[in-house]
């Protein structure tokens, strides 16, 4: 239906809605109707990437399974790319980080591609084997309902971006059935600020995609039901939170140093084949990384570890030795954050979220089993995966109320809680020391997008510096004699001026009251030049500089007007009248 019917059919109820429905009660339904869009969705994900998966290994003999893992991952990455560069264009934010930025300087609008681009990508790749999470789409694909159902509907900008943090709730709550676990990952990573009143929608949008998902979707990835737990393991937890924490700082650093790797590779489809040829090694050497991981994980929580070794060269040497299986279960821990780089980085699409779970159970299983070994304490192996699986996810997204909760709720209750903050807390402390950013913002923060910043760092993060460039001021030649000089004062309504040279360079400023007693000098009119009147700027801006340091730059230098400088060229001069008049614009809209 085009932009301006679908207007036009909804204006009549819209203006009934003004006339007879409060903005409270009507954010309310529109809450409602997002989070039933996004369980749908969630459920739609899930089950056909199950179905898909189930037919795929339908379709190929058992004694050649290990060779169509290899070959799998090639083939969901290329569609993916294929998909990528022929239906959208090439355009494919992946990950939680674009919405973020969306929120803080794109007014919470989330692109209509987004409402099928990760749904359909994430299928392709996941289904094939590739090495991610689907939450991370699945959330985004949340965000984009959120944002574009509140658009079509009238709702105001403050709302709007409530709207997104309810889609993105939404979808971890379809996916986990996890209601309360979706509202805090709203607030703990998508949303920088959040008073109580809002805490209802996000609650009731999460809760409706909860019913959505248990009504269609049967099960959710892991379940274990415990009753209670040793206080004299508490030092144990401890330790658990310790490694829990490392591999957080160790995952979030090898991610953005393959990140960086991928943006420098050049040719699309050789990274699809590279990508994708050492994906296949990795899974069949390792098979526990193809996919989501979360049969493993299963697998793990059901006291069945041997069986990570399953179809993999190693299976004939599990009975034999204990040390195999642990080397099996640390190589796939530490391989993971590579399989997941590699599949995003060569063209695919998921998220760290899933790998980060991955991880963690595997790191509970691991730090348990040897403390058994130890003979120091016996240590309940199933509580450590769990417990490992939220001390990383802590770490890795920054978002410890996250992991408490979601463990909590998919473990069938809160008998483990007291642990689940011990292990969270200390591996988010930690892990914040060395990392201050998750794997979510720490790209962000090198654009100048503070999130979850204070309010004031927030909203100069939404301004735009080359928005805010006044190009009125006259520039002048450095060959320029005194006299010309004279007559552009005359004219000028700045009493500055940059002095610019035939190729557009920047190469120094004339100030009005620097120059005042030369101008009186009528004798040297036509033997005085500029270049001889001229000063260095205090201080030049870039175009990727972040207004926070413009502004702090003018205080330190006292200064109420900086040139800015774009691909070596002069392009104006920045007033902080007109910083701190944008920036009470952008307060007023954040109050509306």
């Known amino acids: 239906m085009p932009k301006t019917l679908l207007h036009r059919t909804l204006s009549p109820l819209l203006l009934w809605r003004l006339r007879h429905v409060n903005d409270r009660v009507y954010l309310i339904l529109v809450s409602v109707l997002v989070g039933g869009l996004a369980g749908l969705a969630a459920v739609v994900l899930k089950t056909s990437v199950q179905k898909a998966q189930e037919l795929l290994y339908s ?108 889609g993105a709730a939404a979808g971890v709550a379809a996916i986990f059935n996890s209601p309360i676990a979706g509202v805090l990952f709203a607030v703990e990573v998508i949303l920088s600020e959040l008073s109580a ?62 990140d960086k790797y991928f943006e420098r590779q050049k040719g699309t489809f050789s990274k699809v084949l590279l990508g994708g040829l050492a994906l296949g090694i990795m899974v069949f050497v390792f098979p526990p990384l193809y996919g989501e991981g979360y049969n493993i994980v299963q697998l793990l929580l059901g006291g069945q570890p041997e069986r990570l070794t399953d179809g993999s060269v190693f299976s004939v040497y599990r009975d034999e030795n204990v040390w195999t299986l642990l080397l099996v279960a640390v190589a796939s821990m530490l391989l993971k954050v590579f399989a997941t780089c590699i599949t995003v980085g060569s063209g695919g699409n998921g998220g760290m979220f899933g790998s980060s779970l991955f991880a963690g159970a ?67 402390l930690i892990t914040r020391y060395f990392e201050p950013y ?14 979850h910043a204070d309010r004031d760092r927030s909203l100069l993060a939404q301004l735009d510096p080359m928005s805010l ?26 009493n500055l001026f940059p002095v610019v040279d035939a190729e557009g360079r920047l190469a120094g400023i004339v100030a009005l009251d620097t120059v005042r007693d030369a101008l009186f000098d009528d004798e040297h009119y036509t033997t005085t030049k500029v270049r001889d009147l001229m000063t260095p700027p205090p201080a030049i801006v870039n175009p990727d500089d972040t207004m926070l340091d413009i502004l702090r730059c003018m205080e330190q230098l006292n ?17 902080k009248s007109a910083i701190l008049a944008s920036y009470r614009r952008q307060l007023l809209k954040e109050t509306e």
Not at 61 to 74: G, H, M, N, T
Not at 409 to 427: D, H, K
Not at 473 to 487: Q, R
Not at 559 to 573: C, D, E, I, K, T
Request: charge should be positive; include cysteine.
């Open 59 to 166: 379709w190929v003999p058992e004694q050649d399974r290990v060779f169509a893992l290899f070959l799998y991952p090639i083939i969901g990455i290329g569609l993916t790319v294929l998909f990528t560069r022929y239906v959208l264009n090439g355009a494919l934010s992946r990950g939680i980080g674009p919405i973020i930025y969306n929120i803080a300087r794109q007014g919470s609008i989330v692109p209509r591609s987004k409402l099928y681009s990760q749904l359909i990508t994430s299928f392709l790749t996941v289904t094939f084997g590739g090495s991610a999470g689907l939450e991370a789409p699945i959330s985004v694909t949340g965000s984009a309902l959120g944002s574009n159902v509140g658009r079509i509907l009238r709702v105001g900008r403050r709302e709007r971006r409530l709207l997104v943090g309810c």
């Open 469 to 494: 460039v006044s190009r009125d001021f006259v520039a002048v030649s450095p060959d320029s004699t005194l006299g010309e000089l004279v007559m552009v004062f005359r004219h000028a309504t700045r």
């Open 197 to 258: 009143p809002f805490f209802i929608p996000l609650l009731i949008s999460s809760a409706t995609a909860t019913v959505v998902s248990k009504s269609l979707y049967a099960g959710q990835p892991f379940v274990l039901i415990t009753t209670t737990w040793p206080v004299q393991a508490i030092p144990f937890y401890i330790v658990l939170g310790l490694m829990a924490a490392l591999l957080s700082v160790y995952m979030i650093r090898v991610y953005f140093l393959a």
């Open 362 to 428: 595997l790191v509970g299983f691991v730090t348990a089993r040897l403390i058994n070994l130890s003979g120091l304490y016996p240590i309940s192996e199933v509580h450590f995966i769990v417990l490992g699986m939220a001390g990383t996810l802590a770490g890795v997204i920054h978002a410890p109320l996250t992991a408490i909760f979601l463990i909590a709720e998919i473990t069938g209750g809160y008998a483990l809680f007291v642990p689940l903050m011990v292990v969270c807390s200390s591996s988010y």
């Open 438 to 451: 998750s794997v979510y913002t720490r790209k962000l923060v090198t654009r100048g997008v503070y999130m």
């Open 559 to 575: 200064a109420w007007a900086l040139p800015v400088v774009s691909n070596g060229r002069y392009a104006g001069f920045i007033l």
